[in-house]
Each structure stands twice: as C-alpha cells, then as structure tokens.
C-alpha cells in the first residue's frame, strides 16, 4: 500500500498539485491544501486508470470542469460520512484519513455528476424522482475502485452479513464498504445486461446514462416498457433503508407499513422492512431470470456460478441453481442424443 506521505510527494514533485491549486486560484475557489491535495489525487488517479477500461473520462477536462462544480469544502461534525449539497462538499471531521479519503471520492464524484435541469438537481441515474439507489451503489463502487488504485491495493470481494439494515436475511457479496446491497444489484445487473461494470459506471457520468441504461435494459425481448417499474422499486429499497438509517428503524419494522415519500418527489407508497425484503427477491429474481433469458446456454454455465455470489439469501441462490441445473441436463441430454444418433 502506498502511503499518504509517499503518494503526497509523488503528486507534489510531478507538479500536478501545484498545478490543480492554479486552476481554483484563478477561478477565485479556496478550498485548504487537504483537500486540493485530495482533489489532485482522485484526479491523478483518473489518469491511471485504461480510457476504454475504465470510466471513458478524460482527466484534464475533469479537473477544468472541476471549478464549475465545487465551490467550498468544509468539515463539520456529521451522522455520516459527507454531504455534497449546493456546489459545496461537507465532509465529517470525526473521519480518519483513510476513511476521508475514501468518502471524499465518493462525495467528488457526487459532485462531478451532479446537474440542474429544468431547476431541478439531478446526480448520475438520479432525475429527482428515481435513481438514488443506482446512484448511490455506482458512486461508491466508483470511490472504491479509485481509492484502491490510489492506495496500489485491490478491491476486497467477501460476504458482508447484517450490512442491509433491517434484512439480516440478506448477506450481499461485495467489496463495497457501503451501500453492498446496491452494488450487488448493479453487478446483477452487468451480467444481466451483458454490460461491463465499468460501462454501467461510466453512464453515471453522462447526462444521457440514465436513458443510456433504459435502451439497454428495455432491449431485451420482456422488458419493453420495464425499466421505470424496476427503477421505483429500487427507489423504494432506498428510502426503506434511508429511513431505518435516519432514525426510524423501529417504525420500519412495524407490521403496520408507513406511507413513504420519495426523496425529492412527490411519490409515495406503502412500505416497511416486509415489502423491503419482498421487493429485494423481486430485484434480484428478475435480474437473474434476465439473465438466463436473455443469453445463450453456453454463456450461462459459464458464468452462472459468478452471478450466483452476488444473490443475497440462500433460498435465493438455491431457485437460480435449480433453474441453471435444468438448462445443463437439457445440453448434456441434447449432446447424448447427437452422439447416439452419430
């Protein structure tokens, strides 16, 4: 693992943080050399990363867009890790370096996909009705990634129990250190969709992704006209969860589900941690049964047994298991047939 002294002379003695800090002068932005030194190192980690491999983004044109963006960086004493609101980034001044690190790429990229359209925000797959819950999953999976490379170390892929607050039931398998839940489901959906990881999170980038993302998951013969279904109920796992992390967990729990607002919209629905779990399996259940639909057998077996890590209850990688099983036995029966008929 590199460490931050070493990584901060590497960035000093290339010149490009003093280069970073001439762009926010001139655009008369100060924002603390704790910060610019953070900045310059996510943007420095762009860079590293292969344009076609990894997130189709050009690091010069990021760090120019950058003043646009941001405006302020501050620290305050905060229930989470950070906050991005109003061109301004938050962060919680109870963080350890490492863990500020981290959060402070996943709150810059917030920062780098977020837009007003129509005066309103919107922020990667989110349009100010739906999409937190993908937004959110992407722009961890995005912190991480970089964070890792930053660092000269590898993303940790283990089983993460009671880490989906209220669905002990649930276990994601994920390198995440938030939000696993909402990775699981975006690599669900990649080899649903037959769409690299990095792809998925080069759209939250675009200001066309979310549309992006729709042609490509309505593409599929039985997905016509799904994908707005399939988003309000992720949205709905989001707000379940965002309510049970703000405080209301018991209520949550509650037999008698609440009336729920979405964030932003005014949607609502009927919801507790009962439907959440209920609309968990509908997630995952049609992400896999896409997958065994929409591709080819051999495509399948090969990588059924990756997609079955990322389902998050036993039962769950039991049903998929049975259903890859009976496409096997129908290939090895459709095989010993030809070799009869030889």
């Not at 995440?176 to 980038?205: E, K, R, T, V």
């Not at 008698?256 to 968990?280: C, D, H, K, Y």
């Not at 997958?291 to 077996?301: K, Q």
Request: proline share 3%.
């Amino acid at each position: 693992m590199i460490s931050r002294q070493e990584k901060e002379r590497q960035l000093i003695e290339s010149g490009m943080f003093d280069s970073i800090k001439a762009i926010f002068i001139k655009n008369n932005i100060q924002i603390s050399d704790k910060y610019l030194m953070l900045i310059t190192d996510y943007i420095d980690t762009l860079g590293q990363l292969d344009y076609e491999n990894g997130l189709y983004l050009d690091p010069i044109k990021v760090a120019q867009e950058l003043p646009k963006l941001l405006k302020k960086v501050k620290e305050e004493p905060l229930g989470v890790y950070g906050v991005t609101d109003n061109f301004t980034i938050t962060m919680n001044s109870r963080n350890d370096y490492e863990t500020n690190k981290l959060f402070f790429f996943h709150e810059l990229t917030h920062a780098i996909q977020t837009r007003f359209v129509n005066n309103h925000e919107e922020c990667s797959f989110y349009n100010g009705d739906t999409g937190m819950f993908l937004t959110e999953g992407a722009t961890q999976f995005t912190a991480e990634i970089l964070y890792n490379v930053s660092n000269g170390t590898n993303l940790n892929y283990r089983e993460q129990p009671n880490t989906v607050r209220g669905l002990s039931n649930h276990t994601p398998y994920s390198a995440l250190s938030q939000y696993q839940l909402n990775g699981n489901i975006i690599m669900l959906m990649s080899y649903s969709l037959g769409i690299p990881l990095n792809q998925i999170l080069a759209l939250g980038y675009r200001s066309d992704g979310r549309e992006q993302l729709k042609g490509l998951y309505e593409a599929f013969p039985g997905n016509e006209g799904k994908f707005e279904e399939f988003m309000f109920d992720l949205e709905k796992i989001y707000s379940i969860d965002k309510l049970q992390m703000t405080g209301y967990a018991e209520q949550m729990r509650s037999q008698a589900p609440s009336n729920i607002e979405l964030m932003g919209s005014r949607r609502s629905f009927q919801g507790n941690t009962q439907i959440e779990n209920e609309l968990v399996n509908k997630a995952e259940r049609e992400l896999v049964a896409n997958f065994i639909a929409n591709n080819d057998e051999e495509y399948i077996i090969a990588n059924y047994q990756k997609v079955g890590m990322y389902l998050t209850t036993p039962e769950l990688k039991r049903n998929f298991n049975n259903a890859v099983q009976q496409i096997i036995n129908m290939q090895n029966q459709n095989v010993n047939q030809s070799n009869f008929h030889r």
